[in-house]
């Protein structure tokens, strides 16, 4: 079946550019959650959506950066007038239920390079 | 802060050998993750632990829990080229939030 897939896999934005990163779950997926991966350090959680919900926002490093999930599937993760500081790969992951240990699956990642 | 500290971070060693690899915090998780990343890739989920002391085993890995819940580590039998990647550890915070090591970087020469 399908996993977690993400697009683009990689962007490449001049330094103030705005760009938008998309996310599509695994079907029927209730938790999404969007971390952000900067070269040799693990994922640090950004946000964090049920359903259509989001629950916490509390890594989101600044108010450029802005997630929405508006039918509680696909999300888009978006990044205002980019800075050199914002360049990483960003992993969106999914998980069925959402509940304390269930799992969740992750998708490839987009690599976002500022210049 | 890094709440996970993993040792080492970088790790090579010739395919046969054994190697181990340590996840270590302060504090207390209700459990921890352990996921492999390779490049270009987003992490895989390998193994859960849940209780203190526990041990699991997935061919030839072997995880162990502490006792006390504040670290793991991740045992590899007969090192294979297919084992090379990132390790990363995770605990589970508020709201099902992973809270990730630095992560492991092992390679292993053929």
């Known amino acids: 079946g399908a996993g977690v897939s993400q697009s683009p896999r990689y962007k490449v934005a001049k330094r103030g550019q705005d760009v938008a990163l998309r996310c599509d779950p695994i079907?029927?997926?209730?938790?999404l959650f969007w971390y952000q991966q900067a070269l040799g350090q693990g994922p640090e959680f950004l946000t964090y959506?049920?359903?259509?919900?989001?629950?916490?926002k509390s890594g989101l490093p600044s108010d450029r950066f802005f997630a929405e999930r508006p039918e509680g599937s696909v999300s888009t993760l978006k990044i205002q007038r980019t800075q050199q500081e914002d360049s990483a790969v960003y992993l969106c992951?999914?998980?069925?239920?959402?509940?304390?240990?269930?799992?969740?699956?992750f998708g490839p990642g987009t690599r976002l390079t500022v210049l | 802060t890094q709440l996970l500290e993993q040792s080492p971070q970088f790790l090579s060693i010739q395919e046969g050998e054994n190697l181990t690899v340590y996840c270590n915090s302060s504090?207390?998780?209700?459990?921890l993750q352990w996921y492999r990343q390779e490049p270009g890739e987003g992490p895989v989920l390998l193994v859960t632990?849940?209780?203190?002391?526990e041990v699991k085993k997935l061919k030839r890995l072997t995880f162990q829990f502490g006792d006390a819940r504040k670290d793991s580590s991740l045992h590899i039998t007969a090192a294979q080229p297919g084992d090379t990647g990132l390790y990363l550890c995770?605990?589970?915070?508020?709201?099902?939030?992973?809270?990730f090591g630095k992560g492991n970087q092992v390679v292993v020469i053929p």
């Open positions: 995770a605990g589970a915070r508020g709201n099902n939030r992973l809270a």
């Open positions: 504090s207390v998780f209700s459990s």
């Open positions: 079907s029927g997926h209730v938790s």
């Open positions: 992951a999914s998980s069925f239920s959402g509940m304390h240990g269930d799992t969740q699956y």
């Open positions: 959506f049920q359903n259509e919900a989001q629950l916490d």
């Open positions: 632990v849940v209780t203190g002391g």
